[in-house]
């Protein structure tokens, strides 16, 4: 007779592993398909992810790049690229940050404006609508709860792995004294 532990240590394994493939094909998927519905306004997920983020009420003031890539969950290293994409199409100005000359301020321009309210955010309502057509409310705040809290005990095992890596240091490295 097997154990019951292992049965169940064998099952929670097995749903963890089809939870996470699932969230990479959605992923996925989402880039797909997000990306074409809003590829007429010549924009992609990444693009739609940095609009979106700079038309929050708290953000018409422009984001710093590094806010802007702790508030996407991105390097800032990837962020480079797509945001000097959105400067050349003129959706996105950075310039020097007047509270800090270093820092660069990321905000949206009339054009980026014009497309995200006009052009894309209809496409958008219509993408969600029909990605989520046999969702109740319900169904919508539960999902959202958990990926809420799966997002949380990741965001702490990338907390433990980037402390892990300043453990590895030597003292003087970490910039103690």
């Given at each position: 007779m097997e154990n019951p532990m292992v049965q169940e240590n064998s099952t929670r394994m097995d749903l963890a592993n089809r939870l996470f493939f699932r969230l990479y094909q959605c992923a996925n998927m989402l880039h797909k398909t997000g990306?074409?519905?809003?590829?007429?306004?010549?924009?992609?997920?990444q693009?739609?992810?940095?609009?979106?983020?700079?038309?929050?009420p708290n953000a018409e003031a422009g984001m710093g790049v590094g806010d802007l890539a702790r508030y996407l969950l991105v390097s800032r290293q990837n962020l480079s690229g797509l945001i000097s994409r959105m400067e050349r199409d003129g959706h996105i100005a950075?310039?020097?940050?007047?509270?800090d000359r270093r820092a660069r301020l990321v905000t949206m321009t009339e054009s980026g404006r014009h497309v995200w309210n006009v052009l894309a955010r209809p496409k958008i309502r219509s993408y969600y609508e029909r990605a989520?057509?046999?969702?109740?409310?319900?169904d919508m705040a539960h999902s959202l709860?958990?990926?809420l809290k799966l997002l949380e005990n990741m965001k702490k095992l990338d907390g433990e792995e980037e402390s892990s890596r300043l453990d590895n240091y030597p003292a003087a490295q970490r910039g103690a004294i």
């Open positions: 990306t074409k519905a809003v590829e007429e306004e010549g924009l992609t997920t693009q739609w992810a940095v609009l979106g983020a700079l038309s929050r950075i310039a020097p940050d007047g509270r989520l057509s046999d969702f109740s409310i319900g709860h958990y990926l």
